[in-house]
Structures are given as structure tokens and as C-alpha cells.
């Protein structure tokens, strides 16, 4: 018989989720995504100000401020200084998907991307720079540090340090707008001839510093991809060594059996 003492639960009490409660900032992310994709701020129109905000759901402005800046990292709405915030789509913006297992697909992809000039600076190869971009020891790069954007989208989809020759240091003026790629300006302007690509993928965080550029926390998960361009006498014209955003960008590679032989035999 139980003890008097044992106590059976109010039948209509909740039970308690296992899982903690959000933090403020993140159910009013939630909230602000629902109310978006049910048309109560459609695209094109502006959201209330932060004050509003803040009475309306009952939070304070600095909870506002940092839902508001995820959804913004999320490519939902955007700032625009004197106008006010303004609601951009009505869903988060899918990855941007990769096939770089050829050659002409790298070229392709290259081709659909641009990047945004941040600032630039004189480099010596030095032991372990020479090895990562199979360069020669004590030679002379410009560093461009650059953001990478697809073609007419204003989200950076990595952070890009791109390596180039003194003697192609002119085509930095070219990297404006929707710009031709590294690729096809080393042939059109330098008359240079990309022969063969080295491609080396890895997983890694974003610097705090890069994090912090792209609005990112500092931590955050990215692919490190390293490409590097040769002349065919493997000689190294330019490389990129690109930090992408691990929302933003997907890589996807499949390969299949070669087709059967005719008669049936392998050839």
C-alpha cells in the first residue's frame, strides 16, 4: 500500500518539456519569421521600428535588435539608413549548391560569381605559404582580401583571400561589379593560359575576425577551399583560398561507373 506521504501528480498539470525554453531573442526571431511568411509584413513592405517592436511582442529593444540582426544575417530583411527595415523574402534563401567536379564546371562556377575588393597587401611566400599554395619560397604576392557574392546577390557567400603575380596586380581594377572571373581575365588580358587546378577542401571555423565581417559568430563552422591555378609548366598564376559561409554554400560532387562495353566486357 503507498505511503500516505507519496503524492500523485494534479492530473491538469502540464507535464514539462525536457527541452529549455528559447531565449528571447530567438522566439522572437520565430515569431517575426511566422508573421513574415503568413503575409502580415509582406516582401517590399517595412517592418514597425524597434520601439514598436518591442511593445508589440513585449520584449526589449536590445532583444529586438539582435532578432532582427539574425534575420538579416538570414538574408530575410535588410537595413536602409533614413528609410527604416525592410522585408526582403518571405523565406530563408537556400544554400547556393556547387558541382565542382570537372574543370568546366569549376570554370562555370567561377563565372556566376564576383568579388568585392576590402583591401589588399604586398606578400612573401614564406616556408609554409610556399607549401600551402605550392608556390616558390620568397616569392612576391598581392593578397586581395575580397568578400565573394553570386552574381547580383548582395550576401557574401565566403570571405576570399586571392593571391596573384605582381605582374597581373592590374587586374584588381577589373574586379568591379559583376565582373568577368580570375580565370578568364588571365587569358583576355595577360594572354595566360590556366592549364590545371588544385582544389583542397577542409573543414575549419571562421577567425574571429572574419566572423566578425560577416556578421557571423565568432566560431561558426565554414569550408576552407584552397584553389590554386597552373600554367602547363606548373607554374602557379593566381590562388584562392576561399571561407565559405556553411549556410550559404554547398558543395555536391556525384561520379558514376563507366558505361558498359557493348558486348558486355569490361574494355
Known amino acids: 500500500m503507498p505511503s500516505s506521504s507519496a503524492r500523485s501528480p494534479t492530473p491538469h498539470c502540464p507535464v514539462r518539456s525536457a527541452l529549455p525554453a528559447l531565449p528571447r531573442y530567438a522566439w522572437l526571431q520565430q515569431s517575426l519569421l511566422t508573421d513574415i511568411k503568413s503575409g502580415k509584413y509582406p516582401v517590399g513592405s517595412l517592418l514597425p521600428t524597434e520601439d514598436q517592436l518591442g511593445k508589440m511582442y513585449g520584449v526589449s529593444r536590445h532583444t529586438v ?3 532582427t540582426r539574425k534575420l538579416a544575417d538570414s538574408g530575410l530583411i535588410v537595413r536602409r539608413p533614413g528609410i527604416g527595415t525592410l522585408v526582403r523574402a518571405a523565406g530563408a534563401p537556400q544554400p547556393y549548391v556547387a558541382a565542382l567536379g570537372s574543370l568546366k564546371e569549376l570554370m562555370d562556377y567561377t563565372s556566376t560569381t564576383r568579388l568585392e575588393v576590402l583591401g589588399q597587401s604586398l ?3 614564406d616556408a609554409a605559404m610556399a607549401r600551402d599554395l605550392r608556390c616558390e619560397p620568397d616569392s612576391q604576392w598581392l593578397e586581395l582580401q575580397t568578400m565573394r557574392h553570386l552574381a547580383g546577390q ?3 557567400i565566403s570571405f576570399t583571400r586571392v593571391y596573384l603575380r605582381p ?3 592590374s587586374m584588381r581594377e577589373h574586379l568591379r561589379g559583376n565582373h568577368p572571373s580570375i580565370y578568364e581575365l588571365l587569358r583576355t588580358l595577360y594572354h ?4 590545371s587546378v588544385l582544389q583542397q577542401i577542409e573543414a575549419t571555423m571562421m ?4 566572423a566578425k565581417l560577416l556578421k557571423l559568430k565568432a566560431g561558426t563552422p565554414a569550408l576552407r577551399m584552397l584553389r590554386c591555378y597552373f600554367d602547363h609548366t ?3 598564376l593566381t590562388a584562392s583560398a576561399n571561407l565559405y559561409v556553411a549556410d550559404r554554400f554547398q558543395l555536391v560532387t556525384s561520379w558514376r561507373q563507366n558505361p558498359p562495353h557493348p558486348t558486355g566486357e569490361t574494355p
Open 65 to 67: 535588435r539582435e532578432a
Open 123 to 125: 606578400v612573401t611566400a
Open 154 to 156: 548582395d550576401a557574401p
Open 167 to 169: 605582374e597581373f596586380a
Open 192 to 195: 595566360q593560359q590556366v592549364d
Open 207 to 210: 577567425p574571429p575576425a572574419v
Open 234 to 236: 606548373g607554374r602557379l
